[in-house]
């Protein structure tokens, strides 16, 4: 791919979507969790939303429930959200302190210490090693790498390293200059969407219908201004994507409904970057934007085949934040009140999505090129292994 | 079947309903949607419900939504609710009017045509026949036909047409004199019943019931007095049933809850048809009823294994819809009221027929003979083809 | 087992629970259904709750409903809840009389005998036994058995008598001087739990859970009281289990949140009686509590996989229950609070089971012996029979 202006980087053909079945069969849900969820890398949060010790997050993947938690000695563990006693869930919180660093299952008060899971009481069980020893029922772990300041838990015992897998810092050098290690949450909202996740992703990976939809995104960075298409050859992997940059309007300074400036940018944006909100993906959950004077990223989360949580979140300069008038509202709301019409329209694709009309899918046409990039990752991920003869989707 | 008054015309021995199963089974709702559902000629409505281009109706059937329009070009049309593009729903309204006549996705606003699904445009797709031949993607089409005034649609290309289909212009004859076609839809309710679709028929298709839960329709026709039923010899069709009549009680003019005569009844009647209230059916949906002064139908869509929506219509003579007072309440009130009592009744039908005590089903006695022809009709539809092996319902 | 002091009569090995899929599969669940429900004994309540010719009580295991009535000659027999006609459901609310002693269903008036269940009229039918034979259409019924005032009933009609089952009177002969038979329901509350059946069932089957989730309970029974086991040498069966008993605490004269007498303590009990609350459970569905001055008592419904009814009721003296000033508060309360801490930690456990890391289960400890013994009978119930192989849990 050369760079483009205006053009269609993804070639001249059209393209198949993915069947309706792959969006709507039960059983293709399950494939992909298995196949997907379970093996890959997941943005769980930011480290500093769980600064102290015992501050946790919860998220869910199906119905698996885990707990990311800032463990005594100071790291950050992940865990199965399930006692390993009787099985009951630790918490339904998803965000909070356990006191003292330690998880207290509220059933029979097994207590597990935050930092290796380690089960560190059991009350009233004889303290006899040869009949119960503690050592054989810590909680089970999940992976867990931070960078950048994001959190990256990893179902896969077995999954390469998150370097590897996102192509560090190879795949990220044309964002370093935002020094996104460096800033700090200062909004997170989340949304249930009543679609699946991949129609949630695809929305985001094509700005076709931004004009459509998104009348205040559209006044911000109109979709038939130029586009900074990024060079093929900059380094990506199979999750980590690069999409570029749309140019803000004139008048505009920022991602905003007003696009008036209110905080100081960026230090080390060059000038191009004054003027272009940026955008990167990382499959098979984020879609990251990148402003003059904030850092907008979202995850998504599959709660079932047609159901969607979206965590949303906003980053800024620490100083700005810790600013005794702090106010993210004009940053929240843009990409609030977009969120909102995306949901709306992933909904009525869901819908749509179940008919026999729609068995074999649509038509992907060059401006989708990225949502075609994602179905190919989707396709290579489900295909057969191990000799295990292809499926298709029930639908 | 000879003419008798009072009698059961159904013969003398008892007959088996149908299994529990085949009202409670999922596997058994899939294939009565592909056996019957998505092959028979199913109404729609009526006409003058969608007198102007763009004027629509929507309906459900399983997870099937389709739209029947008024087209540019006068005629009625009815499409998938489904974008050829993503597949987004392209209205979730259940009637309106589509602007301009032209059907536009919400999403990225490709816009088809009413007349023939036609897409007419995609915007900011480039204008080149050898990368994008719009002609590729029209709506996906149902076939549509009337005949007296009713709208009638099939999913299957490959069906025989109306006229055949249910047995036209002789299956018809003997209520012509109401002349349907020249009748004005006054009123329209949708009701969903937590009841299987067949219950709700079966429900329509005997009066047995009547006495014990339609006080109402009772004092009006009672089932007691005699009833005039048709000539076995009267044309039917598999599909297009005769029922016969009930006599209006004394002092009752017409189906209502106090039998006042509120408008002029229809001209062509004769003696006996001003004193009878006659009903039809057309499987798998329609009880009709013909009242000296107005004709009430309902059609049934099933939307699950145990949901049921059910459109139910009130026709006049357009002059009296017309009419500067126009006023159906009597005869709405009069099937609204009977309509809510029978939906009780079909839930705990439902509720009863998932029992282990119900896996052989029940028992038909004379008096539901036409419950009987209903079952054989939805046999018959089921029962194995092509060579494939009888199926048996799950429960 | 010898009579412990404090002890854990279970042994001093590790057990491990069941594996998470047989609290969370539905195949699963409609094995449980076959295997142990509709073949077991199940209590439905008490006989002086109907008293006169039709009064009932209707309970539901699964998707079945079924109706135990006090008939017209004076015995309590037991039906589905399913008309032999169309399948309707005969009564949708969970208590109250069946005017005259019949049991009249709702759609077409066909009546039935509370005694026999036997069709005594069909409305409208020819009166001709060659073509309707009122003898062929009873309603299903159920076996019923009474004892000690409990109402029994079993779905299967070979199953053994219930004394056989319960081994009786042998197995009750230590609970003898409550005279369980001579008492009266004094309340009745039911409740809806979100998890298991036998997540509901383990959780009454050990206290170690009590410290941590019930104060209220554990002020008044502390578990680190010495307890009274009862010898092993106690006669029990396949499903009559023997607990043992927890001591008052100091202070405390019965099971209420204040312990302070409040009715006559039952004349036959023993000195030690007077001091304890002696526990008993009989599987699938009972826990039995034994009070000095009233016996409380619970029976669980499985609704479906994933909830489950409960049943809870408190016996009184006929004499306490009929005083002017009677007020059952102190009891109710204590095991309604009891009750809700309990529902609330079963749903958390619910929840937890479904997870991937619980797919081998989990841990039972010493103290929880009983539901070690519990599992042994839920996996010999659904064991393999007739040469068909064992199956496994599908989660």
Chains 1, 2, 3 share one sequence.
Not at 264 to 286: E, N
Request: hydrophobic residues 40%.
């Amino acid at each position: 791919m050369k760079l483009v202006e205006g053009g269609w980087p993804g070639g001249t053909t059209l393209e198949a979507t993915l069947p309706g079945g792959y969006y709507t069969s039960p059983p293709m849900f399950q494939r992909e969790l298995e196949r997907i969820w379970f093996t890959t890398w997941l943005c769980a949060g930011r480290v500093d939303q769980i600064p102290h010790t015992g501050d946790f997050l919860a998220h869910q993947v199906g119905d698996e429930s885990i707990i990311v938690v800032r463990g005594r000695q100071g790291g950050i563990n992940a865990f199965y959200n399930v006692c390993r006693h009787r099985g009951a869930r630790l918490c339904t919180e998803e965000a909070g302190t356990f006191k003292g660093g330690l998880i207290r299952c509220p059933y029979h008060s097994w207590t597990y210490d935050t930092s290796q899971g380690a089960l560190v009481a059991a009350p009233n069980v004889p303290e006899d090693r040869e009949l119960f020893d503690k050592a054989r029922f810590p909680l089970v772990s999940l992976r867990v790498q931070t960078w950048e300041g994001y959190i990256w838990v990893n179902f896969n015992p077995q999954a390469p390293a998150l370097e590897a897998a996102l192509g560090l810092p190879a795949s990220n050098a044309y964002y370093e200059r935002y020094h996104v290690g460096d800033l700090t949450v200062g909004k997170v909202i989340s949304y249930e969407v009543n679609a699946n996740w991949k129609i949630v992703m695809e929305n985001g990976l094509e700005c076709y219908h931004c004009l459509h939809i998104h009348p205040e995104l559209s006044r911000c960075t109109p979709p038939l201004l130029p586009r900074h298409w990024l060079h093929d050859d900059l380094p990506e992997t199979k999750v980590f994507k690069h999409s570029g940059g749309m140019e803000l309007a004139p008048g505009f300074e920022t991602a905003t409904l007003d696009g008036r400036p209110r905080r100081p940018r960026f230090p080390d944006l060059a000038a191009p970057d004054r003027r272009t909100i940026y955008y990167a993906f990382i499959y098979p959950q984020m879609l990251l934007a990148f402003a003059p004077d904030y850092v907008f990223f979202f995850a998504v989360w599959p709660l079932a085949v047609d159901k969607t949580k979206v965590w949303a979140y906003w980053l800024f300069e620490p100083s700005v934040v810790a600013g005794a008038n702090f106010d993210p509202s004009d940053a929240v709301d843009f990409w609030d009140i977009t969120n909102r019409q995306d949901w709306q329209a992933c909904a009525l694709v869901h819908q749509g999505n179940q008919s026999r009309a729609y068995r074999s899918g649509g038509v992907l046409i060059q401006n989708e090129w990225r949502v075609t990039k994602f179905k190919r990752y989707v396709l290579e991920e489900l295909e057969e292994r191990d000799g295990e003869p292809p499926r298709k989707p029930a639908g």
